[in-house]
């Protein structure tokens, strides 16, 4: 795991110096600045998960989540702002349209940021601290397992159960202010609110 994370920081850290060669020392002093990614990954050859930032996995039925820590408390930001928008008269489209609760949370967003590869793992060519990254170790009987970005609030053991639950809860919440909370919703012209990764495998 720690040679992943070392590899794959100098993988990025390397565009850094062929394009970004002068703003080191600022990237260093903003993470916000970084490129940044989350990964999650499964080592053959030590039977591992690896979970690197804000991802899903599903492990025979069981599911583990590794939200980024500012995600919950600003999205409950969000959506009161919302309640209180909705309240006063907005309009769901209106806000679906131009979503300005998730403008207030952004610079909390970005303060929260500072904090990446500190009190939370992320992938942004700078050290990835080992004890922040997520490690399941599996033995030899057989697993299924299924690994997702965030983009699925509601992960479930094949694709098209959680495509039906996203479909579900973009119909009767497109704001993503209910049982589900997110720092943002679905605009208008995309089919989703996030990006969507999903593998299910066995070994």
């Known amino acids: 795991m720690q040679q992943f994370c070392n590899r794959v920081t100098a993988a990025v ?117 080992s004890d922040k990254v997520r490690v399941f170790t599996l033995d030899f009987q057989p697993w299924e397992i299924v690994f997702a970005s965030d983009g699925y609030p509601f992960l479930h053991p094949t694709l098209a159960e959680s495509e039906e639950a996203l479909a579900k809860q973009l119909a009767e919440d497109p704001l993503n202010i209910g049982h589900f909370k997110a720092t943002k919703g679905l605009l208008p012209g995309n089919n989703s609110f996030d990006d969507r990764t999903y593998i299910r495998f066995k070994v």
């Open 13 to 129: 850290r390397k565009h850094y110096v062929s394009l970004f060669s002068n703003h080191i020392a600022h990237l260093a002093d903003h993470p916000e600045d970084r490129l940044c990614a989350s990964a999650i990954v499964y080592s053959r050859l030590r039977r591992e998960i690896w979970m690197i930032g804000d991802c899903l996995c599903m492990v025979n039925g069981e599911l583990f989540e590794n939200p980024k820590p500012y995600e919950t408390p600003l999205a409950e930001m969000r959506a009161k702002e919302i309640r209180r928008l909705l309240a006063a008269g907005t309009t769901t489209e209106q806000l679906l349209a131009n979503d300005t609760a998730r403008q207030t949370v952004i610079p909390h967003m970005l303060e929260a940021m500072k904090q990446q590869n500190k009190t939370y793992a992320v992938i942004d060519g700078f050290p990835i601290p």
